[in-house]
């Protein structure tokens, strides 16, 4: 069956590094891969899209790599701040089904402190 | 102006009573969304509908009953509610079905005593 990891542990580093969330994915060959940020008692919020034939994409601090082949997708903040303090989503979408179904994985919380 | 809207923001009930929750968005988009975060944090699909036609019914108790009356709005209705159906319902939609961002509401907390 289609499974989704991120890291469970909660992510804990000190505000100016940079950060990198981990999604790997098994059975599922995705066209698309979002992530998205979820604050506590809020819905998600839109973050970045990638396809499938494209390694890498940008957004101010952020970037996010899609590796099919290793079935893995990372996202990077860079200079992280506390506000980016929040638990990060990664969603897949696509395959044999073109229908804007989205898997999430179960987050990763990331703490920043200053 | 709030994209994507839900009410009530939280919703207590007994067993066995019967609710919906509302959501509409000014968006403009084709497609609703519904999805169910459970206590750990999982969010999962549970409905979609474009421009008012069901595309997605996941393996979703028949309890529960969307209900699309015009493209701005899709509402859930669930009967016979049990202990196990407690969570988060967020609401969501997109410009149109695939590989688009998606606007997610703020959420109803439901809570079954």
């Known amino acids: 069956s289609q499974k989704i990891e991120q890291n469970s542990e909660a992510l804990n580093i000190q505000e100016g590094k940079t950060a990198t969330l981990t999604c790997n994915y098994t059975?599922?060959?995705?066209?698309?891969l979002q992530w998205y940020r979820q604050d506590p008692g809020r819905g998600p919020v839109f973050l970045l899209l990638?396809?499938?034939?494209?390694k890498e994409k940008r957004k101010e601090r952020l970037k996010v790599t899609f590796d099919t082949t290793l079935k893995q997708s990372l996202f990077h903040i860079t200079a992280s701040q506390p506000a980016d303090s929040a638990t990060y989503l990664c969603?897949?979408?696509?395959?044999?089904?073109?229908?804007?179904?989205?898997?999430f994985g179960q987050g990763t919380t990331l703490q920043v402190k200053p | 102006d709030t994209a994507v809207s839900q009410t009530p923001k939280y919703l207590v009930t007994q067993m066995g009573n019967d609710k919906s929750i509302k959501c509409e968005q000014n968006?403009?988009?084709?497609?609703m969304y519904w999805y169910k975060q459970d206590s750990k944090k999982f969010l999962k699909i549970m409905f979609s509908?474009?421009?008012?036609?069901?595309?997605i019914n996941e393996t979703v108790p028949n309890r529960f009953s969307p209900k699309s009356p015009d493209k701005a709005h899709l509402n859930l209705h669930i009967n016979s509610l049990e202990l196990g159906d407690s969570a988060v319902y967020f609401c969501?939609?997109?410009?149109?079905?695939?590989?688009?961002?998606?606007?997610f509401g703020p959420g109803t907390r439901l809570t079954v005593l």
């Open positions: 968006l403009g988009h084709d497609t």
């Open positions: 059975n599922y060959s995705p066209a698309y």
């Open positions: 509908y474009n421009n008012k036609e069901l595309i």
């Open positions: 969501a939609s997109s410009p149109q079905d695939a590989g688009n961002e998606q606007f």
């Open positions: 969603a897949l979408e696509g395959g044999s089904s073109n229908t804007g179904k989205l898997i």
């Open positions: 990638i396809r499938e034939n494209e």
